[in-house]
């Protein structure tokens, strides 16, 4: 039956930490995987995350599944995050929501849960946007088209190109955003751009599909809902896929949430038995453990304002190193304007030299990024800082 089934490439990113890891330069860097690090280079347990973990092994008494859904403390804790505490979608009885294995699970329910709606309904998607992003979506059934977001060339949003074309989606088509922190050019958009497309989305008719992974990377837990809130406010319906791996630290935990707003209560209910059935024809049951850690933060007020902290902690540090860097660049005289890095936000940036500069950085210094000079902020440090800079200089 398999013989015939041949080899593919290894993913880019997991490709690129095999070869830095056999990379023997006391000098190397790794900015290729989208996890945080501190300025140590790793990537610790967050102090609230110990708190509630050890709280959960001294209060567990079963192992026993959790049901589809995950827990209710959980799904509602989650809502409440993402949207606000007194958001109307969530007064109204208008949001349903399932614990999931992470984002990835959270897209790859919504986009079947939606495949079920309307087969081979048409996702319009941002350009660039995150590569897992196509085969989550396209594999389910959905139809993937794109629209231009950021020009490489200026090393900015192309708002109005964007506009344009989402000029032309109407209903029965959705459009994936990312709530903040854009991955992976870290270009995000405006207050008063998020209001012009959720006037579009009003009156056009299309359904917004939001990507929460980074809430609290950008600016504050509250401002990078923002987009997100808006739209809901603005819409009939919208699906939401959330990853608590950034902001929580629990990337091999995999905790995610798929939240749908319907049009009525009694729309909702229906929906999330559909929902409920594609988790059941595809993993049963979510892990619990994850979710659990999540949860205890979330509904204790010690632990919330702790886990907040941290969390504030890793965003200052990140848009710190932004700064450093383009402070850094300059001192190094590097050629070219590198401003628009600390404009960003979130752990990605676009570096905007070529392949060739990349294989150079590469080769010559252990510097490790994927060819199109996505590099990961966090695996930057005042250690590293200056022997990075002059590299780059070395190669433009």
Known sequence: MFEHLSSLPPDPILGLLASYRADENPNKIDLGVGVYKDEAGHTAVLQSVKEAETRLLQSEETKAYIGPAGTPGFNAAMQELILGADHPALLAGRVRSAQTPGGCGALRVLAEFTNRA?????????????????????????????????????????????????????????????????????????????????????????????????????????????????????????????????????????????????????????????????????????????????ESILTDAGLKANWEAELTEMRERINGLRAGLVESLAAAGAAGDFSFIQRQKGMFSFLGITAEQVQRLQKEYAIYMVDSSRISIAGLSKGNMEYFCKAVASVL
């Open 118 to 294: 309307k087969a081979g309904a048409t996702i319009w998607v941002s350009d660039p946007t995150w590569a897992n992003h196509v085969p989550l979506l396209g594999n389910a059934g959905l139809q993937i088209k794109s629209y231009p977001y950021y020009d490489r060339a200026t090393s900015s949003l192309q708002f109005d190109a964007m506009v344009d074309t989402l000029k032309n989606v109407g209903e029965g088509d959705l459009v994936l955003f990312h709530a903040c922190c854009h991955n992976p050019c870290g270009a995000d958009l405006s207050r008063e751009q998020w209001k012009v497309l959720a006037e579009m989305a009003q009156k056009q008719g299309f359904t917004p599909f939001i990507d929460m992974a980074y809430q609290g990377f950008g600016d504050s837990l509250d401002d990078d809902a923002y987009g997100l809130r808006l739209m809901a406010a603005s819409v009939p319906e919208m699906l939401v896929a959330a990853s608590c791996s950034k902001n929580f630290g629990l990337y091999r935990e995999r905790v995610g949430l798929a939240m749908v707003i319907y049009n009525t209560g009694a729309e909702a209910d229906k929906g999330q038995s559909q929902m409920l059935n594609v988790v059941r024809g595809n993993y049963s049951m979510p892990p619990s453990h994850g979710a659990a850690i999540v």
